[in-house]
T-cell receptor, first 112, second 113 residues
């Protein structure tokens, strides 16, 4: 299956923007790029997803490279509540649809 | 309220004693899945189900069984638990795949001694 690669950890100051990168060089044409985050002692929660175009929602923005081999999750103003592990995963739409491979994610630390 | 419910949330059991972790979703989702998460690591998929009576192996299926007899339920069965199955387990569901969001339960802490 297509795998993703993320940095192990990143740090940010409160109220500054954060750019979390993800590489997915083996992505297939029908794979959607999803981002989830996991707060301590909780299940992961959905953040955003996209296919080809950049996406915005109330939580974040997703910038997708033109060749789709990488993407960046953008938190426009980090808060202390954004400190979490962020996972970038690919969700297929056809023969590889069932598998959802989560890597180790990026641990985001937000400093006051 | 839309949710994925797992039980038990916490369990300490002994090696070899069969146990079942139940998972139920009230969103009429077709897709359900089980993951395990070990300390400091990400989620690894155990089994998934695309619909009733349709299940398939994830990345780490050894030592586990699942069944999908009804759309809302997807129990995880450990026939003969061993200490290396001590982990945090998450059940998840989704309307489908591709662009569809995955919804996770709160997790079940399982310790096998």
């Amino acid at each position: 299956d297509a795998k993703t690669t993320q940095p192990n950890s990143m740090e940010s100051n409160e109220e500054e923007p954060v750019h979390l990168p993800c590489n997915h060089s083996t992505i297939s044409g029908t794979d959607y790029i999803h981002w989830y985050r996991q707060l301590p002692s909780q299940g992961p929660e959905y953040v955003i997803h996209g296919l080809t175009s950049n996406v915005n929602n109330r939580m974040a923005s997703l910038a997708i490279a033109e060749d789709r081999k990488s993407s960046t999750l953008i938190l426009h103003r980090a808060t202390l509540r954004d400190a979490a592990v962020y996972y970038c995963i690919l969700r297929g739409s056809n023969t590889n649809a069932g598998k959802s491979t989560f890597g180790d994610g990026t641990t985001l630390t937000v400093k006051p | 309220e839309a949710q994925v419910t797992q039980n038990p949330r916490y369990l300490i059991t002994v090696t070899g004693k069969k146990l079942t972790v139940t998972c139920s979703q009230n969103m009429n989702h077709e897709y359900m899945s089980w993951y395990r998460q070990d300390p400091g690591l990400g989620l690894r998929q155990i089994y998934y189900s695309m619909n009733v009576e349709v299940t398939d192996k994830g990345d780490v299926p050894e030592g586990y069984k699942v069944s999908r007899k009804e759309k809302r339920n997807f129990p995880l069965i450990l026939e003969s638990p061993s200490p290396n199955q001590t982990s945090l387990y998450f059940c998840a569901s989704s309307p489908g795949y591709g662009r569809n969001t995955i919804y996770f339960g709160e997790g079940s802490w399982l310790t096998v001694v």
